[in-house]
């Protein structure tokens, strides 16, 4: 299994940006896709995750309400749009699959920057 992110960029508080994961192997309907971002000195955090088979989303509390993960099926991308950036936002977004909504993920793309400046 593949996964290829894009989509980052430098923006400014308040655009939106929307990130893509292409998802290359097989996927069930069992896993779960999911976003994580890492800012400068801190750990990997959860942003949002989709399960493949029945399109329920999660959300951590500082993305419910601005961020919006999807998918397509056909073409086995899966996409995370982020209205409202704000300069805390600024890191390197990372889509995973996995098998819970939070943990469990075993497989990772290789990151795209997002910087917000203020």
């Known amino acids: 299994v593949q996964l290829q992110a894009s989509g980052g960029g430098l923006v400014q508080a308040g655009d939106s940006l929307k990130l893509s994961c292409v998802v290359s192997?097989?996927?069930?309907?069992?896993?779960?896709m999911g976003w994580f971002r890492q800012a400068s000195g801190k750990e990997r955090e959860f942003v949002a995750s989709?399960?493949?088979?029945?399109?329920?989303?999660y959300y951590s509390d500082s993305a419910k309400g601005r961020f919006t993960i999807a998918k397509d099926k056909a073409s086995k991308t899966v996409y995370l749009q982020m209205d409202n950036l704000k300069p805390q936002d600024t890191a390197v977004y990372y889509c995973?699959?996995?098998?819970?909504?939070?943990?469990?993920?075993?497989?990772w793309g290789q990151g795209t920057q997002v910087t917000v400046s203020s």
């Open positions: 995973g699959r996995g098998t819970g909504v939070r943990t469990g993920y075993n497989f």
């Open positions: 192997g097989h996927t069930f309907s069992s896993h779960v």
């Open positions: 989709i399960r493949w088979g029945d399109d329920r989303t």
